[in-house]
């Protein structure tokens, strides 16, 4: 049976590889981030059925209206993965970032 994934994040990283392997093994994948274009490009990409919508999860009452629309649009879902975030790299592990240890 085919399964409904949806990724947010999926524009780059982490959350686009994801998108990816899901399709490459049969899921449908609904693709979820801010840069639309980018999802365009991927769903070009991704040779199963698969659905793109604009989500900023900064946004949390619109965003959760928006998913629920992406998974009304394709007929559920059965993993859903939150893959969207920033991270900031500690090179030098400064215990408060900014600030040098001594
Ligand atoms: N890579 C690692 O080794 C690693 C390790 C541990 C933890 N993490 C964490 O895992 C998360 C993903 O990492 P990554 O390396 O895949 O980062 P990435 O390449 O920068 O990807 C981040 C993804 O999050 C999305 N995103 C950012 N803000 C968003 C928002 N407000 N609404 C919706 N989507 C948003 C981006 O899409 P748009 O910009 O198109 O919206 C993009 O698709 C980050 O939080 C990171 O800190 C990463």
Given at each position: ?102
């Amino acid at each position: 049976m085919i399964k409904n994934a949806i990724v947010i994040g999926a524009t780059s990283g982490i959350g686009k590889e994801l998108a990816k392997i899901l399709s490459q093994h049969g899921y449908i994948v609904g693709l979820a981030g801010r840069r639309t274009h980018l999802l365009d490009e991927l769903r070009n990409e991704l040779s199963n059925n698969s659905f793109a919508k604009h989500i900023d999860i900064s946004q949390t009452d619109k965003a959760i209206k928006q998913l629920e629309e992406l998974i009304a649009e394709m007929g559920g879902a059965d993993v859903i993965v939150i893959s969207s975030g920033v991270g900031y790299l500690n090179k030098d592990l400064q215990m408060v970032p900014g600030k040098r240890n001594h």
